[in-house]
Structure formats: C-alpha cells, structure tokens
C-alpha cells in the first residue's frame, strides 16, 4: 500500500481573533511589515522567530487573512508532521501571491525537505510572489543541513518576537473577551492569570471554554463561575 501523504489546504479562513490589530505587543513596525508582504508592497521574503507561543501563528493566519481582504490568494503551510514530505505538500504553491510556512524548524536535518523548501522559495522569488516565514529560532541558530537554504532565510526581513509578560497577557485575554462582547472585570482576570499557565496557547485554549461555558450558562464570567468551569474540567 502507497504512504499516505498529509492534505493539507491550499486556503485558509483566518479566525476572526487572528488579525494583525488584535496582535498585543508587536515590535515597531512589524503589523505594517507584514500589512505590506499581504498586499504586495514590500520586500518579497520576511521571517518571524521567537519562543513557544509567541504568536507566530496569529501573525501568519492574519497576514494572509489580509492577503485575502485586497483579493490575493494566501496560502498557510505549517510543517508540523510532514517531515519526509515537504515536496508533495508545496507543489504548485508559487500559484498564491502569498505563502506563509509555519514551524521551519520541524523539518530542520531533513536533508530532502530542505530541498524541498529551498526549490519553493526560488520559485515564489522568481514567479515574484511574497513568502512569510516563522520557526522558533533565526536561521542561523537552525540545525540545517542545507546552506543555501539558511542563505535563502537569512536574507528575508527578519524580527523576533516577545514573550508577553502579565500586562501584555492580561491584555490579550480584555481582547478576546471584548471581541465577544464578554463582561471579564479584573477580579476575574486577575484570578485567571494567576491559575492558568503563562503559555499563550494553553491560556488561549482555556479562554474559548469560559466563552463556550458562559454562552451556554448565560452566565457572566465571574471568579465563582470561573472556578466552577475550570475545576469541571479538571475532574
């Protein structure tokens, strides 16, 4: 039987909290770098790196949800899972004026994924099309096997991103929490920050329970409320 490779799609719908305004801390004049890859307006190659749960993703989902409002087909890869077939997943993407590969560090030591890799961005470059890039670590701190694929990195836009302290994590969650017309006071803020973790990814995941739970309960997300969901769900 012939090795099943991962489908992926070629287009995505961005969740409405992913998007470039709702991005808390960026560096300066990053939102507008990335506003102008999606648009066609900047230098053809950028790259974002930083720790676990930094907002990599967001930023990639947003930039090509703003590829698609000025009517540019984006297209999000992560290679999360397809070391050993890179090759098949990037067929023919040079056809989007924007792609955005995600987790480049998934596939680092892969010798024929990185080839793969490399071979997409020449062709993005030539066709002129944008490419957005984003791995924990720049590309020279990259376990490549490839030089002229950290050459091609390298020579993108490069920024690294923050890890939010509690002020810029407390603003996310007023986000989210505004952007769904929740009512979250700071007493409840406070006692979430100071139970849940500090990784972006699980705190986020844990927000989308309280909205789901507070909709179904009708219920305002109050400490009471707030324990009573989570410690449910620790049962």
Same mark, same amino acid.
């Given at each position: 039987?012939?090795?099943?490779?991962?489908?992926?799609?070629?287009?995505?719908?961005?969740?409405?909290?992913?998007?470039?305004?709702?991005?808390?801390?960026?560096? *300066?004049?990053?939102?507008?770098? !990335?506003?102008?890859?999606?648009?066609?307006?900047?230098?053809?190659?950028? &790259?974002?790196?930083?720790?676990?749960?930094?907002?990599?993703?967001?930023?990639?989902?947003?930039?090509?949800?703003?590829? =698609?409002?000025?009517? #540019?087909?984006? *297209?999000?890869?992560? !290679?999360?899972?397809?070391?050993?077939?890179?090759?098949?997943?990037?067929?023919? !993407? =040079?056809?989007?004026?924007?792609?955005?590969?995600?987790?480049?560090?998934?596939?680092?030591?892969?010798?024929?994924?990185?080839?793969?890799?490399?071979?997409?961005?020449?062709?993005?470059?030539?066709?002129?099309?944008?490419?957005? &890039?984003?791995?924990?670590? #720049?590309?020279?701190?990259?376990?490549? *096997?490839?030089?002229?694929?950290?050459?091609?990195?390298?020579?993108?836009?490069?920024?690294?991103?923050?890890?939010?302290?509690?002020?810029?994590?407390? =603003?996310?969650?007023?986000?989210?929490?505004?952007?769904?017309?929740?009512?979250?006071?700071?007493?409840?803020?406070?006692?979430?920050?100071?139970?849940?973790?500090?990784?972006?990814?699980?705190?986020?995941?844990?927000? =989308?329970?309280?909205?789901? #739970?507070?909709?179904?309960?009708?219920?305002?997300?109050?400490?009471?409320?707030?324990?009573? *969901?989570?410690?449910?769900?620790?049962?």
């Amino acid at each position: 039987m012939a090795e099943l490779v991962p489908q992926l799609p070629l287009a995505l719908r961005a969740p409405p909290d992913q998007r470039l305004s709702r991005y808390v801390d960026a560096p *300066v004049g990053l939102p507008e770098a !990335l506003h102008a890859l999606a648009v066609g307006g900047a230098a053809a190659g950028l &790259y974002l790196h930083g720790a676990h749960a930094t907002g990599k993703t967001h930023l990639l989902l947003a930039t090509c949800a703003e590829a =698609e409002a000025a009517a #540019a087909r984006a *297209v999000y890869l992560t !290679l999360q899972g397809l070391r050993g077939h890179v090759r098949a997943a990037v067929e023919g !993407l =040079e056809r989007a004026e924007l792609v955005a590969v995600d987790d480049v560090d998934a596939v680092a030591g892969s010798r024929d994924d990185e080839v793969a890799l490399f071979d997409l961005h020449n062709r993005l470059h030539d066709a002129g099309r944008g490419v957005l &890039y984003a791995a924990d670590a #720049a590309p020279d701190a990259l376990p490549l *096997v490839l030089p002229d694929l950290r050459s091609r990195l390298a020579q993108c836009a490069r920024w690294t991103l923050p890890v939010l302290d509690d002020a810029g994590r407390a =603003e996310l969650l007023r986000q989210r929490a505004a952007a769904r017309g929740l009512d979250l006071d700071d007493a409840a803020l406070e006692w979430l920050l100071r139970r849940c973790s500090r990784d972006l990814g699980s705190l986020t995941a844990i927000f =989308e329970r309280l909205d789901r #739970a507070s909709l179904a309960a009708q219920r305002r997300l109050t400490v009471p409320f707030l324990r009573q *969901v989570l410690e449910a769900g620790q049962a």
